[in-house]
């Protein structure tokens, strides 16, 4: 029996929650960009509270970018779907009715303009990730040597990227005489609003000087801090959704309990009371972006590459691994002592917690999943705060290990020489300097020198570069195991 029947009246077992308001009498007023797991798993839950406490036509119409499959199948089942959390007693599921509608940006690119230009539309939201925006970090502008970049610029009317797709419809608001939407990014970029609005400035100031004065002067782009490990769903998540449920659900995911929220309170056409769900509103978002970029995010890239090269599938089998724990808890504590105190936080805690949730025996999270797309990464996760502890005199080693790991990493084989495939929209860029892996000190140039990594200072550094080349040198000659147990041996 499919999830579908729920819009019509049919219920769900006992213990299994269900939205707590009639999501059909709910308007919608969130456009959300990027309809995968983690909107699913995280900002779409919190707007399901918010209805369910405060109602307000706050529903979503959600676009997916490349494939047409997650629009399908939410579009089946009337937008609802289980989510499933991994508790240590057991998985329990919920069913969400935030989502109102779900389109293919591609094939329902009308109906998509359509939604963005509607006047019920106050929020853009987004979850794209890093590269999904076309944004140069080296100016911050638009990067313009990116083709959908360059194609939107030359056909604004036909845009098909996400810089694009934005401005054009802030453009045709305005013409209209409609008030320009509140845009949240919800992707781990370094100061994601800030950062997007910069480039959206400079993509709309491209079209038009005016244009560009207008995002600049008229349009809000509130940062938060998005929070919630949400590995890929498997045929185990489908499985559990329709045995706990007793529906058919092609649209379920899982996730963890735990999750955060913390926004920036700048939404001058309103927003859900996201506030309901859990989210914390803040008026700078800074220090709680830098913790969790350099705690969280920073450690699991740590622990992606060395796992896919050690042979470690998971990030909880890694964890098991008690010499691998050990250098996740030193880097946990070295990108702590980086950070500003954050506001009601305490990063010993916080360090503690996260260990537990890479633990977590009941979420499957794959290695290779986290190592994807290094090269817009490593910039805010690695080098931001390696750059802070070499001006402050502090520890750089544990960052000089996470970064020398994705160079290995690069050379696209693992410790049993097997290989794998490496997505990154800079792979060739990877692979081209892979050929000097008979060099550590060249490799380690030549792969400090892609994309973002080439801008930190910390390459002209011949201390840091020392002591990633030192490191790499041993990942190129012993396997990572070895590595692993004689870093955690140094503490
Ligand atoms: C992960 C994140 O894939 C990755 O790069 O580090 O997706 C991480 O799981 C989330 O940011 C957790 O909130």
């Not at 926004?263 to 700078?284: H, K, S």
């Amino acid at each position: 029996m499919s999830l579908a029947r729920l819009s019509r009246g049919a219920s769900l077992p006992a213990g299994v929650a269900a939205p707590g308001y009639a999501p059909e009498a709910h308007g919608v007023g969130i456009v959300h960009l990027g309809l995968g797991a983690f909107h699913r798993a995280h900002q779409a839950v919190y707007t399901d509270a918010a209805l369910a406490a405060e109602g307000g036509d706050w529903r979503i119409a959600g676009a997916s970018l490349r494939s047409r499959a997650p629009a399908d199948e939410l579009s089946a089942q009337d937008g609802r779907y289980t989510l499933i959390e991994r508790h240590p007693e057991g998985p329990r599921a919920r069913v969400i009715g935030s989502i109102a509608r779900a389109l293919h940006a591609g094939s329902d690119a009308a109906a998509l303009r359509a939604a963005l230009l509607a006047p019920e539309t106050r929020i853009v939201s987004l979850t794209v990730t890093e590269k999904g925006y076309g944004i140069d970090r080296r100016t911050g502008g638009a990067d313009r040597a990116d083709p959908v970049v360059a194609q939107d610029l030359a056909r604004p009317d036909a845009a098909e990227g996400v810089l694009g797709r934005l401005v054009d419809a802030l453009a045709a608001r305005r013409a209209a005489g409609i008030a320009p939407f509140a845009v949240l990014s919800c992707d781990n970029l370094p100061h994601n609003g800030a950062t997007v609005r910069g480039a959206a400035i400079d993509f709309a100031a491209a079209r038009d000087p005016a244009l560009g004065a207008f995002v600049a002067r008229e349009v809000a782009f509130p940062s938060t801090m998005v929070d919630r490990i949400t590995p890929a769903r498997t045929e185990a998540t489908l499985a559990d959704a329709q045995r706990l449920t007793g529906y058919r659900d092609l649209a379920a995911i899982e996730t963890e309990p735990f999750s955060q929220w913390v926004v920036e309170d700048a939404f001058p056409a309103g927003r859900p009371a996201w506030d309901r769900g859990g989210a914390v509103f803040v008026r700078d978002v800074a220090p709680y972006e830098a913790m969790k970029l350099t705690m969280l995010n920073g450690a699991h890239s740590l622990i992606a590459y060395t796992g896919v090269v050690a042979g470690f599938a998971l990030v909880r089998d890694a964890m098991a691994e008690p010499a691998m724990r050990e250098l996740v808890a030193r880097h946990l504590s070295a990108a702590a002592a980086t950070l500003d105190p954050v506001p009601g936080i305490d990063l010993a805690r916080y360090a503690r917690d996260l260990l537990a949730r890479f633990e977590n025996p009941h979420i499957a999270h794959k290695c290779a999943q986290i190592a994807m797309d290094g090269t817009e990464k490593m910039p805010q996760r690695i080098l931001a705060p390696a750059l802070k502890a070499m001006r402050a005199g502090q520890p750089v080693r544990p960052f000089a290990f996470a970064l020398a790991a994705f160079m290995r990493f690069a050379l696209a084989r693992d410790d049993d020489g097997a290989a794998y495939a490496i997505s990154d929209p800079r792979a060739d860029a990877m692979d081209a300097a892979a050929a000097s892996a008979g060099d550590a000190a060249v490799l380690a140039q030549r792969l400090h020198g892609i994309g973002a990594l080439g801008d930190s200072p910390l390459r002209e550094d011949p201390l840091w570069m020392a002591s990633v080349t030192a490191i790499l040198q041993e990942m190129l000659e012993r396997p990572m195991r070895a590595v692993i147990a004689a870093e955690a041996e140094r503490g």
